[in-house]
């Protein structure tokens, strides 16, 4: 942080739960979130990265970071994940929706049912249950912001080739947000999906690449760099930076919006 930068405390007394916290993105956000005295529950499957990220959250504040090994497209896991929260911290104000995996890419008449159903099962039922156990805590707040991870691939970019099932995902968590957006408005909780360019993360090892993708590949020359902003993939803490504006106060008359994060990426496809 720049030293002429004060430190932001938007999230004192806060507790936020976010999926997929053991890498990339969630992480990202669990750090500035924790910065800024927020106490954090990290939803992820891989308990070996959360414990680390875990261990360093508490040296900021003790007991702040909460670790729960979850998967997230699992109904009872994750109704227990948000019981155990809630009792720790004793409420809950935030929830990132962020666990995603890429999943199988290939050609449609190439991808078996169930490489099919677990993407979906991960990006959408995955969300759906976030959603579905946190919101009664958010009401009883009487308030609450969620954030939603989705992607460009699928909303505003769709030559993604073999990524098929990945956009339908992605596209469906943007309907689902802003369905929720409109049906919780009524009790003060917030509902807004980012919509990220390529970022350099680990989603990569969520991919199952189908080598006759490369029959179906239309083409396309993208400038060096791919997005003209940065040069290059966007980093995590772009993104961490834009979820802790919209889990704050201060996009107190935000919802339901879809906000693009790619540095133009898009723009040239
Ligand atoms: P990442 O792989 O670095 O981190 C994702 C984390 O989610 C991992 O720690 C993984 O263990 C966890 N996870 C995966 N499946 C899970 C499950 N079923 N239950 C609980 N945890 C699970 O990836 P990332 O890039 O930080 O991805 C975060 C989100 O951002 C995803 O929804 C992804 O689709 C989205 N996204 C990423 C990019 C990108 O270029 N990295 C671009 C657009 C959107």
Known sequence: MSPNIAKKQRFIGKTAIITGAGSGIGRATAIKLAREDANVA???????????LADKLNKFRKDCALVIEVDTSDEKGMEE?????????SGL????????????????????????ECTMSVNLTGTFLTLKYTIPHLKDKGKGS??????????TRFASFGWSTYSTTKAGQVAFAKMAALELAKFKIRVNV???????????ETTEMNEEVEAIVIPIEFPDGAQPLADGPGKPDN???????????????????????DGAESLLS
Request: glycine share 6%; hydrophobic share 50%; charged share 15%.
């Open 194 to 204: 980012i919509c990220p360019g390529a970022i350099a993360t680990n989603i990569d």
């Open 146 to 155: 969620i954030i939603i991870t989705c992607s460009i691939n699928g909303n």
């Open 93 to 116: 104000d935030v929830v990132f929706a962020n666990a995603g995996i890429n999943g199988a890419v290939g050609p449609i008449e190439e991808l078996s049912l169930s490489d099919w």
């Open 239 to 261: 993104v961490a930076d834009l979820v802790s504006f919209l889990a704050s106060d201060e996009s107190i008359h935000i919802t339901g919006a879809q906000i693009v994060i």
């Open 81 to 89: 994940a948000v019981r155990r929260t809630v009792e720790q911290f």
């Open 42 to 52: 990290l939803f992820d499957l891989n308990l070996e990265r959360t414990s680390s």
